[in-house]
């Protein structure tokens, strides 16, 4: 009997079995990325003087790395006729630094001086750590202008710059609050389509978005089981682990074999929440979430409310006061300026997608987001506290 090679083999069981699955994960034609995934990316630090006051910037290697089938490994200098990365940190007044590398590490195995400036934030590290992979600007897929719609009706991705056909065969979702979406403002000039997520773009962290897009443009999910798959798929859309196939990286909301249970941690404040039931009497959640107390992972609480079988929640944000600039936003583009430094955001459907969020005070009070009904009987509250302190009511009862 011939035996296929593992890859082969769950492809060959998927096209059999499962059609369907295999249409929403398996991709024909692997993405050829700049690394190679089955060996180790190297790096090293190339201005250590000025990266040691950036701490969390090497942070990000390994969050990656648990998160993927990617393998980082730090060199102590320059190896030559290897591929790699070394980070180069420069002064705060290096002139030029300011944009995203969109064409960063285009050809494959190439090493890659990775300019980054001193005292830049964790959100627009990590943002930037990601290109250095060769993941493009979400705004920037091919798919772009079916969700979003650019305010001087030039095409959603047309920001004078070639749009990213790396993933246009890759089964991944369109998610505009990802950390490698771009926000809506006057230099993108879009606005999302779905108005109730008008202050949805971006994010100031790592989400299952970002992570499922690296995974699958790397060709991580050859790693598990078509079995693994499904276990971790149903209901909520999530993926095996590749560093641990029996493990699930679940959306945001979400952890467990099965990525069912609440997640009782996901940002640096350990763990938080918890999980409350719906009644036809009126409740009220109330929320106050401390920003952390220096630069780094955002505190992150995360709260699910549930109805009985065969019923819906509503839900309604009844107060909103974040302390710090956002309190004074008096527009909607001074309100989105804001939405990365702390917001409150309900997801009642595609838990894996970002939901409408409340990110300053402004928004809440001209009622740009009504009240919010669950489709599957559960609603799911994320609360983000980046640079600001966040605290809100949410009320909810059974519709």
């Given at each position: 009997?011939?035996?296929?090679?593992?890859?082969?083999?769950?492809?060959?069981?998927?096209?059999?079995?499962?059609?369907?699955?295999?249409?929403?994960?398996?991709?024909?034609?692997?993405?050829?990325?700049?690394?190679?995934?089955?060996?180790?990316?190297?790096?090293?630090?190339?201005?250590?003087?000025?990266?040691?006051?950036?701490?969390?910037v090497f942070k990000h290697f390994d969050e990656i790395?648990?998160?993927?089938?990617?393998?980082?490994?730090?060199?102590?200098?320059?190896?030559?006729?290897?591929?790699?990365?070394?980070?180069?940190?420069?002064?705060a007044n290096t002139p030029n630094l300011d944009g995203c590398p969109d064409n960063v590490l285009r050809q494959y195995n190439t090493s890659v001086?990775?300019?980054?400036?001193?005292?830049?934030?964790?959100?627009?590290?990590?943002?930037?750590?990601?290109?250095?992979?060769?993941?493009g600007d979400s705004n920037l897929r091919s798919i772009a202008d079916q969700y979003l719609e650019r305010t001087n009706n030039k095409p959603a991705w047309d920001l004078g710059q070639l749009k990213f056909q790396d993933y246009t065969e890759t089964p991944v979702p369109y998610d505009v609050g990802g950390i490698m979406h771009m926000p809506c403002d006057e230099t993108t000039q879009c606005r999302p389509k779905d108005r109730?997520?008008?202050?949805?773009?971006?994010?100031?962290?790592?989400?299952?978005?970002d992570i499922r897009l690296i995974n699958?443009?790397?060709?991580?999910?050859?790693?598990?089981?078509?079995?693994?798959?499904?276990?971790?798929?149903?209901?909520?859309?999530?993926?095996?682990?590749p560093r641990?196939?029996?493990?699930?990286?679940?959306?945001?909301?979400?952890?467990?074999?099965?990525?069912?249970?609440?997640?009782?941690?996901?940002?640096?404040?350990?763990?938080?929440?918890?999980?409350?039931?719906?009644?036809?009497k009126m409740q009220t959640l109330k929320i106050n979430l401390p920003k952390p107390a220096s630069e780094g992972?955002?505190?992150v609480c995360i709260y699910h409310i549930q109805a009985p079988p065969g019923k819906q929640v509503v839900v309604l944000l009844d107060k909103f006061n974040n302390e710090g600039p956002s309190a004074t936003a008096s527009s909607d583009q001074a309100c989105i300026k804001h939405c990365?430094?702390?917001?409150?955001?309900?997801?009642?459907?595609?838990?894996?997608?970002?939901?409408p969020r409340y990110c300053c005070r402004y928004a809440h009070l001209n009622n740009k987001i009504g009240e919010l009904k669950s489709k599957n009987g559960l609603i799911i509250i994320k609360v983000n506290s980046y640079r600001e302190n966040t605290h809100a009511e949410v009320r909810f009862k059974l519709e």
């Open positions: 009997m011939t035996h296929l090679p593992k890859p082969m083999l769950i492809l060959t069981l998927a096209v059999a079995f499962f059609p369907t699955f295999h249409t929403q994960f398996i991709r024909d034609v692997p993405w050829k990325g700049p690394w190679d995934f089955l060996n180790t990316i190297q790096w090293y630090d190339k201005n250590p003087d000025l990266s040691s006051k950036n701490p969390w790395q648990l998160q993927s089938c990617l393998k980082f490994r730090k060199e102590p200098g320059w190896i030559e006729n290897a591929s790699m990365i070394a980070v180069n940190f420069q002064p001086d990775a300019y980054i400036k001193d005292g830049i934030s964790y959100k627009d590290s990590l943002h930037l750590f990601v290109h250095w992979l060769a993941i109730n997520k008008m202050f949805s773009v971006g994010n100031n962290m790592l989400t299952f978005s699958m443009a790397y060709g991580c999910h050859w790693t598990c089981g078509v079995d693994d798959y499904q276990r971790c798929y149903q209901p909520n859309r999530g993926l095996p682990n641990d196939c029996s493990k699930c990286l679940c959306p945001d909301g979400f952890e467990g074999p099965e990525c069912t249970d609440r997640r009782k941690a996901l940002g640096s404040n350990g763990e938080c929440g918890s999980t409350l039931t719906a009644t036809y992972k955002p505190n990365m430094e702390s917001y409150v955001e309900v997801q009642t459907e595609r838990f894996d997608l970002a939901g």
